[in-house]
């Protein structure tokens, strides 16, 4: 006797349904783990990484500023292979996903703007440069919002959904610029200390807190992102009742 | 209190604005959840009522 060939896990979360019961797995997991990766990030933080010998206590600022710095990228690519995921293969959670994630990562990435301009002040004397890293993630963050704002503009998902879709794979091409912008280009920004050919150059006190900082966002940005997934489900079915019910109320209406 | 050295207020301040975006992201998504969830259940509630409506 012939079974039927299980659907793929790919396959299966197309349906709202499945999605919603694996995340509600998921969520709290989650959770906890955020709090207990910020937790033991912070500590470490302030308690066991020693001062930095040329910047002092200030290196306590790339514990926040270079795992979101990180986090702006990595939400970003995610959105690109979102992208991909409605234009090419037409999966129907893509583009909930890429909706979902478009905030958050503009969050990231304006915590990453912030923190570096408040170290910015004390280290270079200068609030902000327009030099070709600190331009690039500021175009990063402008990118995001003429995301959010496409979203918005656009009633129709679908339509919508192929629009972003098409943006966000154009400006995926700043992603490599921000990346090696200061390999290409003089600039005051320092030289990647942490992914560089050769291994960090951080010492392993400082390098430790930075990579649990760097889960701790992960772990929240996975939180966030599966939350407002099912958000975007629920009004997405919202309006489908909605159209549903006005759809009847007119039908009726038309045969009295 | 850890002494944070002459550069305290910069500091500080970053972790000040970085807990309250992320606050902020962290709430407008539980407060839109929320928000959701109570429409959605009300639109079905008053979706399932109205065959009993119809019948009386």
Redo the contacts between chains.
């Keep these: 006797m012939e079974t039927a060939p299980k659907p793929s896990l790919w396959l299966r979360l197309a349906n709202p349904a499945a999605f919603n019961a694996l995340a509600n797995v998921l969520l709290w997991p989650l959770i906890v783990g955020t709090i207990a990766a910020f937790g033991y990030g912070l500590y470490g933080a302030?308690?066991t990484s020693p001062?930095d010998y040329q910047q002092?206590?200030?290196v306590?600022?790339m514990y926040?500023?270079v795992p979101?710095a990180w986090l702006s990228l990595f939400v970003y690519a995610g959105m690109a292979v979102s992208a991909l995921g409605t234009l090419v293969f037409r999966h129907p959670m893509a583009d909930v996903a890429q909706k979902a994630a478009a905030?958050?990562g503009a969050?990231f990435t304006?915590?990453c703007l912030?923190?570096g301009s408040?170290?910015g002040?004390?280290m270079w004397g200068t609030w902000w440069e327009w030099d070709a890293r600190l331009t690039s993630v500021l175009i990063l963050f402008l990118i995001y919002l003429g995301i959010i704002a496409l979203w918005r503009a656009i009633d129709e998902p679908q339509r919508g959904a192929r629009a972003v879709a098409i943006m966000t794979l154009v400006g995926a091409v700043n992603l490599p610029i921000i990346k090696f912008s200061v390999d290409w280009w003089y600039t005051l920004h320092q030289p990647a200390s942490v992914f560089r050919m050769g291994g960090p150059t951080i010492d392993r006190a400082m390098l430790t807190p930075l990579f649990v900082m760097g889960l701790a966002y992960l772990l929240?940005y996975l939180v966030?992102l599966i939350?407002?997934m099912?958000?975007e489900l629920?009004?997405r079915?919202?309006e489908r009742?909605?159209i549903v019910?006005a759809d009847k109320q007119a039908r009726q209406g038309g045969s009295r | 209190m850890i002494d944070l050295g002459p550069h305290a207020d910069y500091i500080v301040a970053s972790y000040a604005a970085a807990g309250l975006v992320l606050g902020l992201l962290i709430g407008a998504s539980v407060l839109a959840n929320l928000a959701a969830a109570r429409r959605l259940a009300a639109l079905e509630a008053r979706e399932a009522s109205k065959p009993a409506a119809a019948k009386q």
């Design positions: 302030f308690m001062a002092g206590e200030t306590r600022i926040i500023h979101a905030p958050v969050g304006l915590i912030l923190t408040f170290w002040k004390p929240l966030l939350v407002r099912k958000t629920m009004v079915r919202i009742l909605q019910a």
